[in-house]
Structure formats: structure tokens, C-alpha cells
């Protein structure tokens, strides 16, 4: 089931000021951070306790900068994001590949090719997230980890409804249900990592079922 045809989803939750094409809108590199530095660094930590040296990673939604520690060495950094330049200027990045989600989910990666896979301060882009998420469900081996971080900060003729009107608090409860919509994910997690004075760090957490099942959470 789709984001089109859930009846628990109202009509235009996905829906976006400006429908034009994403590759126009992001055809220039913008070379900012979009969050604060307290909040990257915080998103840093959370990165540094949860996912292991020597993972395969795959930075979903990418830009020039992943904010993974920079001590840390991972066995691979893929990146994916929707401007060439900002991706090869990443210096965490072993590859990397352009491609709009919202036209065409499906990547190009094969079954259980990582073990944890991170959506950084993007989700509100994202007209098709059931889709993106089943296909983070087969792109993580079992136990892998989902790590979807937001903040309140957007591009707001591009982010969604949802994510530009509801409140912090539902639209973690809504990443949590689309997950669920989804399907092949368990140990679903909210956490709140804000920073004092500074933009806050809301994240949702989820594992690759262990058995590689799909099952509600
Ligand atoms: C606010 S930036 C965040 C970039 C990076 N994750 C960070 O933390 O700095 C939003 C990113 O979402 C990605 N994005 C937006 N619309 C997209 C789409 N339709 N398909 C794929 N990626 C998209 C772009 O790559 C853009 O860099």
C-alpha cells in the first residue's frame, strides 16, 4: 500500500506549494549547513553511539556534508542527494548518486547492500515516503538501522503538507506510521536530542526486522 491509496492518510498530506520539477529546484549546489552547530553536533553523537565502525552506509538525501564523526571509519559511505556538485564535494562519500525520489523510488542498489541507512533533516521532501521507506526496508540487511533525523527548519514550498503544518510531536508520530506502512521494520524508537538554544534534533529510529520479515511494528 502506497500514500495514494491509504484511506488512513488524508488527501494532500503529501501535497507541496510548489509541484515543479525537484531537479530544477535543487540543479544549483547550495554549500550551508541547514541546521545549527549544536544540533549537527548532536546528530553527530547520536550517529557516533549508534552505528558501529566497519557498517555500510547509505546516506539517503545527502548533500556535501553527512555529519557522521570524522574519527570513525566505516567499512562505506554511499551517498544519494539531487545535486551532483554538493555530492562530490562530500568528503565522506566513497560514491555517491543523483536521483529524485519522488518521481522514482526504487534504487539501484541491491537486497541487504547496508547496514544502516540515514535521512538527514529531508524527510519533509519526500511526496512518496511509504515507497522510500520499503525500499530502505530491502536495501538494509536484517538488524540494520534507520536513522531519520528532522528538525523545524524547510524549504517550505517544497516540504509537504504535513511537515510544514503539523506539530514536532505528530509529525514524529507520522514518520513512525509510515514506517509501519512500510512494512520490514521493528524496535521503532523516538528520541529527542535538542540542543539548549538551538535548532532541535528530533529522531526516529527504526531496525531492519531481524529475520528479514515484514511485520507491523
Ligand atoms: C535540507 S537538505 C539536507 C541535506 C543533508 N542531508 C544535510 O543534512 O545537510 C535536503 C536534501 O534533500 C534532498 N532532496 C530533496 N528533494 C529530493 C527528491 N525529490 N529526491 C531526492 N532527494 C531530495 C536534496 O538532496 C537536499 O540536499
Given amino acids: 500500500m502506497t500514500e495514494r491509496d491509504d484511506p488512513e492518510l488524508p488527501a494532500g498530506m503529501f501535497q507541496r506549494i510548489d509541484e515543479g520539477d525537484d531537479a530544477a529546484f535543487y540543479a544549483e549546489p547550495r554549500f550551508v549547513t ?17 552505528i558501529p565502525a566497519g557498517a555500510r552506509l547509505l546516506d539517503l538525501m545527502s548533500s556535501w556534508v553527512s555529519h557522521l564523526p570524522e574519527d570513525v571509519t566505516y567499512a562505506s559511505i554511499v551517498g544519494h542527494g539531487m545535486n551532483a556538485p554538493e555530492l562530490a564535494a562530500n568528503p565522506r562519500l566513497d560514491a555517491w548518486h543523483v536521483q529524485d525520489l519522488n518521481s522514482d523510488p526504487e534504487l539501484p542498489w541491491p537486497e541487504g547492500a547496508f547496514d544502516a541507512a540515514l535521512i538527514a533533516v529531508s524527510v519533509q521532501y519526500l511526496t512518496r515516503p511509504i515507497d522510500v521507506f520499503a525500499e530502505l526496508a530491502r536495501l538494509l540487511a536484517p538488524g540494520g538501522q534507520l536513522i531519520i533525523s528532522t528538525s523545524h ?60 520479515v515484514r511485520r507491523d511494528l
Avoid: M, N
Fill in 153 to 212: 527548519r524547510c524549504f517550505p514550498t517544497k516540504a509537504v503538507w504535513a511537515f510544514r503544518e503539523l506539530p514536532p510531536e505528530e509529525r514524529v508520530r507520522l514518520i513512525g506510521f509510515l514506517l509501519q506502512r512500510a512494512g520490514g521494520f521493528e524496535a521503532l524508537e523516538f528520541v529527542d536530542r535538542s540542543p539548549a538554544a538551538a535548532d532541535p534534533l528530533w529522531i526516529v529510529s527504526a531496525r531492519r526486522s531481524s529475520d528479514g
Fill in 34 to 50: 541547514h541546521i545549527d552547530d549544536a544540533t549537527i553536533e548532536a546528530l553527530t553523537t547520536f550517529y557516533r553511539e549508534r
